[in-house]
T-cell receptor, first 111, second 113 residues
Framework: KQEVTQIPAALSVPEGENLVLNCSFTDSAIYNLQWFRQDPGKGLTSLLLIQSSQREQTSGRLNASLDKSSGRSTLYIAASQPGDSATYLCAAGGSQGNLIFGKGTKLSVKP | GAGVSQSPSNKVTEKGKDVELRCDPISGHTALYWYRQRLGQGLEFLIYFQGNSAPDKSGLPSDRFSAERTGESVSTLTIQRTQQEDSAVYLC???????????FGPGTRLTVL
């Protein structure tokens, strides 16, 4: 049974810092790995999707990497801004497309 | 274009009542998912529809939960004889295929008193 763990559970950084969020999964037989952000009272916004054959994806200040063999993914956020404050969720995609989510990392970027 | 919509946004019900939650996916998306997020917990997969194939119901927590989808459009999640542990935010997502990016709706917050 796939289990997804995210470390740390919460993170507070000053504006402008670069930061890394970690995600690990127990079953390397994934089809993809997705990162989402969740704002309070709102749904999830997809940030990056990495297919199982890929090693990384980039979008603006965000870069996500995937190492299937070690069961790890990282989300790198460059030059963090207060608007980046949210909960970041990592999800491992199975063969049927259903996602197994971690509990998230709550990020707070202080101005 | 329009995103995934869900209704109602909030639902308060009494224990033992039945509830229906609705999801309108993005037009043209063949895949539709239901998840729930209980307070302090991660999102749990409930059920998955892909085109006209039989749905994957492996995540439904009990036989009180059921879902239907009409073709490749609206889906309804029904919870019968609600219990307090059913209180959660129920999220719907849709996508172009089973392994494509999933786009989430805003969720329905269900509170069972």
């Amino acid at each position: 049974k796939q289990e997804v763990t995210q470390i740390p559970a919460a993170l507070s950084v000053p504006e402008g810092e670069n930061l890394v969020l970690n995600c690990s999964f127990t079953d390397s037989a994934i089809y993809n790995l997705q990162w989402f952000r969740q704002d309070p009272g709102k749904g999830l916004t997809s940030l990056l999707l990495i297919q199982s054959s890929q090693r990384e994806q980039t979008s603006g200040r965000l870069n996500a990497s995937l190492d299937k063999s070690s069961g790890r993914s990282t989300l790198y956020i460059a030059a963090s801004q207060p608007g980046d404050s949210a909960t970041y969720l990592c999800a491992a995609g199975g063969s049927q497309g259903n996602l197994i989510f971690g509990k998230g990392t709550k990020l707070s970027v202080k101005p | 274009g329009a995103g995934v919509s869900q209704s109602p946004s909030n639902k308060v019900t009494e224990k033992g009542k039945d509830v229906e939650l609705r999801c309108d996916p993005i037009s043209g998306h063949t895949a539709l998912y239901w998840y729930r997020q209980r307070l302090g917990q991660g999102l749990e997969f409930l059920i998955y529809f892909q085109g006209n194939s039989a749905p994957d119901k492996s995540g439904l927590p009990s036989d009180r939960f059921s879902a239907e989808r009409t073709g490749e459009s609206v889906s309804t999640l029904t919870i019968q004889r609600t219990q307090q542990e059913d209180s959660a935010v129920y999220l719907c997502a849709s996508g172009n295929s089973g392994t494509d990016t999933q786009y989430f709706g805003p969720g329905t917050r269900l509170t069972v008193l």
